[in-house]
Nanobody, 121 residues
Framework: QVQPVESGGGSVQAGGSLRLSCVAP?????????MSWFSQAPGKEREGIAS???????IYRDFVKGRFTISQDKAKNTLYLQMNTLKPEDTAMYYC??????????????WGQGTQVTVSS
C-alpha cells in the first residue's frame, strides 16, 4: 500500500514562497502514470493544479503557470511543488496524489493527508 506524506505547508504573506514535498514510499514509476498536486479551499471542490509524468512531462493549470513548478526525484520517491509569488487565493489544503492520469482526481488511487497553505494579504 502506497501512502504519500506531504510536508512544507505553512503561513506566508502574499508574494512569498513555499516548497511542498511529498514522499511516497513504495511507489513504482510506470510510463503513463502521473503524480500530481491538488488543492482544496474551504467550501470548494478539490482541483488539480500541477501534474508530472513518469518521464517528466508536466501539466499546469493556467492560474499557477509561471508561479508554481512541479518536479520529482525518483531515487527518493519524492514529489515537489515550488510555489512562488503566492496569492491569498492560493490558500488551501494541498494534497499529493500518485498513480493517476493528468489532473483528473478520480483516476488516482493513492492520496496523502494534505498540508495546509495559508497566504495572507
Amino acid at each position: 500500500q502506497v501512502q504519500p506524506v506531504e510536508s512544507g505547508g505553512g503561513s506566508v504573506q502574499a508574494g512569498g514562497s513555499l516548497r511542498l514535498s511529498c514522499v511516497a514510499p513504495g511507489y513504482t514509476y510506470i510510463d503513463g502514470h502521473w503524480m500530481s498536486w491538488f488543492s482544496q479551499a474551504p467550501g470548494k471542490e478539490r482541483e488539480g493544479i500541477a501534474s508530472i509524468s513518469a518521464t517528466g512531462g508536466t501539466i499546469y493549470r493556467d492560474f499557477v503557470k509561471g508561479r508554481f513548478t512541479i518536479s520529482q526525484d525518483k531515487a527518493k520517491n519524492t514529489l515537489y511543488l515550488q510555489m512562488n509569488t503566492l496569492k491569498p487565493e492560493d490558500t488551501a489544503m494541498y494534497y499529493c496524489a500518485a498513480g493517476g492520469m493528468h489532473l483528473s482526481p478520480a483516476t488516482y488511487n493513492y492520496w496523502g493527508q494534505g498540508t495546509q497553505v495559508t497566504v495572507s494579504s
